[in-house]
């Protein structure tokens, strides 16, 4: 057992979308509420879902990311010099094989990149004063404004120097943690797709094509996400979530952890990480030697993109194996990914998700006890 995150059962953040906030959303953006009364049916809804979290036993309780659209999108567009250009087609494709096409909104920079005011600090205040439990904030990962769109996302006039834009990315991040910090957040979580899309081979050539190097992208995505933490207490727990691309239920890459696993494991200065393991699609735990001691591994066994219940002892099997190349003290359970990394959330049922979250606290609690 365990009293501080990662906890043995965890989650990575976000849940299903109940409709009246979907309602306030449509809403919103067609200009019948304004952002007060929006907010307003945020709140509500946020009560509810941390009712339900604390209800079946969760000591990690997130707002279920339901202030945003999109789990990246609504927090960079809040950075100065960076706008939302059309979308970005990108091929999913769901278990039965077929191909889901989905264009998420494409962030390009368009002027110096800076911290203004605080992006998720009010949003974080808001979900301590509702629960009793460990607060968690998920942000997107500061390489998704560079791996998506490479140099050609990135104005030559406005940084001529990429390494003048890092170095931005570096102190817009450092002043959000810092000022999560100061208003009392000590979880943190920041959700990658990149990382986990350099596993898989399509998406290295497409990486190529962008004037990318996919094999020096796993250390100096490390740097990139060290330097944007830099700020963080040492009292703050810090995860990263590697996602292969979860939209209504597809994804958009697969293959094993081995081409960053070493990298990754021992040069990001990050205290947890979440992964996906809950298919063949994320490859076999070998990668999993190059973990060392002090850092946790919560295994993804449980999937968000299909609603039947998976064995409780095909869980434990799977938790058996990977404890063949780490030990079992330094593992944790979750689901593979959020139930709703978009607002159209999986094709699952809200009883569903909550038996799926049940099945992460049994299993844990047996493996590990009760945190």
């Not at 009560?47 to 999108?73: A, C, M, N, P, W």
């Not at 999913?92 to 005011?117: E, L, R, S, Y």
């Not at 899309?197 to 740097?223: T, W």
């Amino acid at each position: 057992m365990t009293s501080k995150p990662p906890f043995h059962a965890d989650h990575v953040g976000s849940f299903l979308r109940p409709k009246a906030l979907l309602d306030a959303r449509d809403a919103f953006a067609a200009g019948s509420i304004d952002k007060a009364e929006l907010r307003k049916v945020e709140d509500a809804a946020i009560k509810t879902v941390v009712e339900f979290q604390e209800g079946l036993g969760l000591k990690s309780i997130t707002d279920g990311e339901y202030r945003r659209k999109f789990f990246h999108t609504d927090f960079l567009l809040q950075l100065d010099g960076i706008e939302e250009h059309g979308g970005m087609e990108v091929q999913f494709q769901n278990a039965v094989g077929k191909d889901v096409h989905f264009a998420p909104p494409k962030m390009v920079v368009t002027g110096k990149i800076k911290h203004a005011k605080p992006i998720q600090r009010a949003d974080y205040e808001y979900l301590a004063s509702v629960t009793t439990q460990t607060p968690k904030v998920t942000i997107p990962s500061p390489t998704m404004l560079h791996f998506r769109a490479g140099r050609e996302g990135i104005s030559e006039d406005v940084y001529p120097d990429m390494t003048e834009f890092f170095a931005d990315v570096a102190d817009a991040y450092q002043d959000e943690v810092a000022d999560l910090a100061a208003a009392g957040c000590r979880y943190l979580q920041l959700d990658d797709t990149n990382l986990a899309y350099l596993c898989d081979d399509k998406q290295r050539e497409n990486a190529r094509k962008r004037g990318l190097d996919p094999d020096d992208l796993p250390r100096h995505y490390a740097k990139m996400i060290n330097d944007a933490i830099k700020t963080a207490p040492d009292d703050m727990v810090t995860g990263v979530h590697l996602c292969r691309g979860n939209f209504r239920s597809s994804w958009a890459a697969e293959g094993g952890y081995e081409p960053v696993a070493e990298i990754m494991f021992n040069e990001l200065n990050i205290d947890s990480f979440f992964l996906e393991y809950d298919d063949p699609r994320s490859g076999d735990f070998a990668p999993l030697r190059f973990v060392p001691k002090g850092k946790t591994i919560v295994l993804g066994l449980i999937t968000t993109k299909l609603g039947e219940l998976e064995s409780r002892d095909d869980v434990l099997r799977r938790i058996e194996e990977a404890a063949k190349y780490m030990p079992v003290s330094q593992m944790a359970l979750s689901p593979q990914c959020g139930f709703a990394s978009t607002f159209h959330g999986n094709d699952i049922a809200v009883e569903q998700q909550a038996a799926k979250m049940r099945l992460v606290l049994d299993v844990a609690a047996e493996v590990w006890g009760k945190d």
